[in-house]
């Protein structure tokens, strides 16, 4: 146990360049925004108009039929990306961890600092994946923290305002985990693969937890929340924590906006089930737009492998074919992810054969 647990914690120990904080730059009410900011590739970017475009829904209370399980393979095969509604995680526990969430980016820059990012950690407040003086930067800020196993906490980036913040992200990682393990039970009956060969992989997952702040901004349209990107994980779970839109999904070269259901997950799947699945499913490049007048506040909970094994095609999907993916460690997987930018789908690009 005391190796794996100091294996991981090395892991992490990357850290990224210290850049200003967004959320302060932004109530300076700049006539112009630096120019670390601007993005003019995205002038050329097309966003699709068709509202009838929309992510599929899954109703996690039918999964026990046929039909609603055919709907959470076409939404992993086609899509990658999907709603789950009737999933089971408590309102309560919901709305707790939005309000949470919410009072923590509320609070004065020097209170939300005591938690901040330290040399030679990826955890706490701040930035990540900024590897670099020159390269452009998001309009966000986040709190990333390693939420499960409990073992792997470091409390220290924890935050103790609001008061009941530590309860909350307890009981939120913990139902997330079950509802991460319901879905990768159906998920395995849907590839065709040993349930029980895939559960062992997350028994004792690494789960962190990402609150995504995204201030407004007078120059929306020329800059982004979050860059192109697919999740180095196996799925990603997306809490939308207030009204504002800004989740945008890439498919057949458009950008295609997500309007979230109230009360609704939005899950991806991430690179590492598209290597599990030896690509029968496929990780999808998102990114996140800001609006010029409201601020916009999201919470993601990645579901990774635990420690010790590899992320690789599953043996029983490459009996008969031919594997498309290379198996690595996942900590040389998790290093490769995070000492780099945020950069489409270049973990994909690395795996591949």
Request: net charge negative; hydrophobic share 40%.
């Given at each position: 146990?005391?190796?794996?647990?100091?294996?991981?914690v090395?892991?992490e120990?990357?850290?990224?360049?210290?850049?200003e904080?967004?959320q302060?730059?932004s109530?300076?009410?700049?006539d112009?925004?630096?120019?670390r900011?601007?993005?003019p590739?995205?002038?050329s970017d097309v966003?699709?108009?068709?509202e009838?475009?929309q992510?599929p829904?899954i109703?996690?209370?039918?999964?026990?039929?046929e039909?609603?399980q055919k709907?959470?393979?076409f939404?992993?095969?086609?899509?990658?990306f999907?709603?789950i509604?009737?999933?089971g995680?408590?309102?309560e526990?919901?709305?707790?961890m939005k309000?949470d969430?919410q009072e923590?980016?509320d609070?004065?820059?020097e209170?939300?600092?005591v938690?901040a990012?330290?040399?030679?950690h990826?955890?706490?407040?701040?930035?990540?994946?900024?590897?670099?003086?020159?390269?452009?930067l998001?309009?966000?800020?986040?709190i990333f923290l390693i939420?499960?196993?409990?073992?792997l906490r470091?409390?220290r980036?924890?935050?103790t305002k609001?008061?009941s913040f530590?309860?909350?992200?307890e009981k939120?990682t913990?139902e997330?985990?079950?509802?991460?393990?319901?879905?990768m039970?159906?998920i395995?009956?849907?590839?065709g693969?040993?349930?029980?060969?895939?559960?062992?992989l997350?028994?004792?997952?690494i789960?962190?937890?990402?609150?995504?702040?995204y201030?407004p901004?007078a120059e929306?349209?020329?800059v982004l929340g979050?860059?192109?990107h697919?999740?180095a994980t196996?799925l990603?779970?997306?809490?939308?924590?207030?009204?504002?839109?800004?989740?945008?999904i890439?498919r057949?070269q458009?950008?295609?906006?997500v309007?979230?259901i109230?009360?609704?997950?939005t899950?991806?799947?991430g690179?590492?089930?598209?290597i599990?699945?030896?690509?029968?499913?496929?990780s999808?490049?998102?990114?996140?737009?800001?609006?010029r007048e409201?601020?916009?506040l999201?919470?993601?909970s990645f579901?990774?492998?635990k420690m010790?094994?590899?992320i690789?095609?599953?043996?029983?999907l490459?009996k008969?074919?031919?594997?498309?993916?290379?198996?690595i460690?996942v900590e040389?997987?998790?290093?490769?992810k995070?000492?780099?930018?945020?950069?489409?789908?270049?973990?994909?690009?690395k795996?591949?054969?």
């Open positions: 146990m005391e190796t794996m647990v100091e294996s991981t090395q892991l120990r990357f850290g990224y360049l210290p850049v904080n967004v302060a730059l109530s300076k009410k700049l112009n925004i630096p120019s900011y601007i993005r590739e995205i002038e966003v699709s108009a068709d009838s475009l992510i829904v109703n996690v209370s039918k999964l026990d039929h039909d609603e709907k959470l393979h939404a992993c095969k086609d899509w990658g999907f709603q509604i009737n999933h995680v408590a309102d526990v919901i709305e707790k309000t969430a923590f980016f609070l004065p820059l209170e939300k600092m938690c990012q330290v040399p030679g990826i955890e706490g407040y701040g930035q990540v994946f900024v590897v670099s003086e020159n390269q452009k998001d309009w966000s800020d986040m939420s499960q196993p409990a073992h470091d409390m980036f924890w935050p609001p008061p530590r309860e909350t992200m939120y913990t997330l985990h079950k509802l991460m393990i319901q879905l039970k159906l395995a009956n849907n590839l693969t040993d349930p029980e060969m895939l559960l062992s997350f028994e004792n997952e789960q962190s937890i990402k609150m995504n702040y201030p901004c929306a349209s020329k979050a860059s192109p697919s999740d196996a990603t779970l997306l809490l939308h924590a207030n009204e504002v839109e800004g989740l945008q890439k057949d458009k950008w295609v906006p309007k979230p109230p009360g609704a997950f899950v991806n799947v690179d590492v089930l598209e599990l699945s030896n690509g029968e499913y496929k999808i490049e998102h990114r996140a737009v800001v609006d409201k601020e916009r999201s919470i993601a579901h990774n492998q010790g094994t590899q690789g095609p599953l043996p029983d490459v008969t074919n031919k594997a498309l993916y290379r198996s460690p040389e997987f998790r290093k490769m995070l000492t780099s930018k945020q950069d489409g789908k270049f973990m994909i690009r795996m591949k054969l």
